[in-house]
């Protein structure tokens, strides 16, 4: 089987309310051929994740991108649940376990509420993306998966203009054809 292009995992806790993320969906959406579109809660509202089905799914793709908005600096409580449950040893690491990641391209994909300016080491929030994120990397760079550089809209959806939100979704296209 000829693996498709990217696999999209979609962690929003509240899509119905987002704006920016639902966004992106919608492109994605246009192009069934390139990419697939894996929400986590859709598929896991009671929070009981299938970790063999999930493993599965992800064999499947050379790409896999997170897609989730930032808050409390860091990612909605089911992503991390997910790499709890998914990325286990025995099968993304350790011995015998044929780290069914490596190789892979792994990519985040995240809206902020915070300007670029508050993600500066003399900004209100004192650290970098880069700072805040690389839990992630690491975490990634450990299964051997090859971790790429995040795709990042700053700034409050709710100040964003539909021009800059409809901008942002054409640079996620370009981004995730760069992977």
Not at 100 to 117: C, N, Q, R
Request: proline fraction near 6%; charged fraction near 20%.
């Amino acid at each position: 089987m000829i693996p498709l292009k990217t696999l999209i995992i979609i962690i929003h806790p509240n899509l119905a309310h987002s704006v920016v993320n639902k966004r992106w969906i919608d492109e994605l959406r246009k192009f069934p051929e390139t990419y697939v579109v894996h929400d986590l809660y859709a598929a896991y509202p009671n929070g009981k994740i299938d970790v063999k089905s999930e493993q599965q799914l992800l064999e499947k793709f050379d790409n896999i991108v997170f897609q989730f908005p930032f808050f409390w600096f860091n990612c909605p409580p089911l992503l991390k649940q997910w790499l709890d449950e998914v990325l286990i040893y025995g099968w993304a690491f350790g011995a015998n376990s044929g780290y069914k990641l490596s190789g892979k391209k792994i990519a985040l994909a995240i809206s902020t509420g915070i300007d670029k300016d508050g993600y500066q080491p003399t900004g209100r929030y004192k650290y970098t993306m880069e700072h805040l994120l690389a839990p992630f990397e690491l975490t990634f760079d450990y299964v051997r998966a090859d971790y790429r550089p995040p795709f990042i809209f700053y700034g409050t959806e709710l100040q964003a203009t539909t021009e800059r939100i409809d901008k942002s979704a054409q640079q996620y296209l370009d981004y995730l054809a760069s992977l």
